[in-house]
């Protein structure tokens, strides 16, 4: 399997800040890998895919970045609802496999 | 709209048997197959597998072959999730996703925790 080791496992931003979130896969995923966002009880929610691309309705402030084994996910400007986890997903091969994960609070 | 209703929280104790339903609608149900994700309290998110919704074919991911079995109530654009003698390690929500034209889980069902305990 695709071992996805994600970074930091939690990060404390001040609002305006930047921040961005690292995955590392066990092998080349070719950038089949997507960011997701999760909040307290809630459901994951999509904000990048295909490594780079924003999903519809995501703002802006949100992006992807990586090829082979690296990949990151930026936000630029941190928000009150940015808080949350963050999840990475590859996509590759079967099974397809998360990161570890990261939380995400406001300062 | 495209939604994903899950089934209520289930208590059961262990050795017993339970059923998650995720209903679909917004959709053909037969377009898109429909994948499984466990998340244990405090967790990460773990693939379980997922069924071809046209076949009925069920693909699992090699921790949840055995005890796991995905189905179908097609007419009623419904998926199911049955766990079969429960142990303390089900302990978790699970929860139901569809990938959209991006080929990405974009539609996800509101999660179905599972508590056993005796």
């Known amino acids: 399997d695709i071992q996805m080791t994600q970074s930091p496992a939690s990060l404390s931003a001040s609002l305006g800040e930047t921040i961005s979130i690292e995955c590392r896969a066990s092998e080349d995923i070719y950038s089949n890998l997507a960011w997701y966002q999760q909040k307290s009880g809630k459901s994951p929610q999509l904000l990048i895919y295909a490594a780079n691309r924003l999903q519809d309705g995501v703002p802006s402030r949100f992006s992807g970045s990586g090829s082979g084994t690296q990949y990151s996910l930026k936000i630029s400007g941190m928000q009150p609802e940015d808080e949350g986890d963050y999840f990475c997903l590859q996509g590759s091969k079967f099974p397809w496999t998360f990161g570890g994960g990261t939380k995400l609070e406001l300062k | ?118």
């Open chain 2, 1 to 118: 709209q495209i939604q994903l209703v899950q089934s209520g929280p289930e208590l059961k104790k262990p050795g017993e048997s339970v059923k998650i339903s995720c209903k679909a609608s917004g959709y053909t149900f037969t377009d898109y197959a429909m994948h499984w994700v466990k998340q244990a309290p405090g967790k990460g998110l773990k693939w379980m597998g997922w069924i071809n919704t046209y076949t009925g074919k069920p693909t699992y991911a090699d921790d949840f072959k055995g005890r796991f079995v995905f189905s179908l109530e097609a007419s009623a654009s419904t998926a199911n999730l049955q766990i079969s003698n429960l142990k303390n390690e089900d302990t978790a929500t699970y929860f139901c996703a569809r990938q959209d034209r991006t080929g990405w889980f974009a539609y996800w069902g509101q999660g179905t925790l599972v508590t056993v305990s005796s």
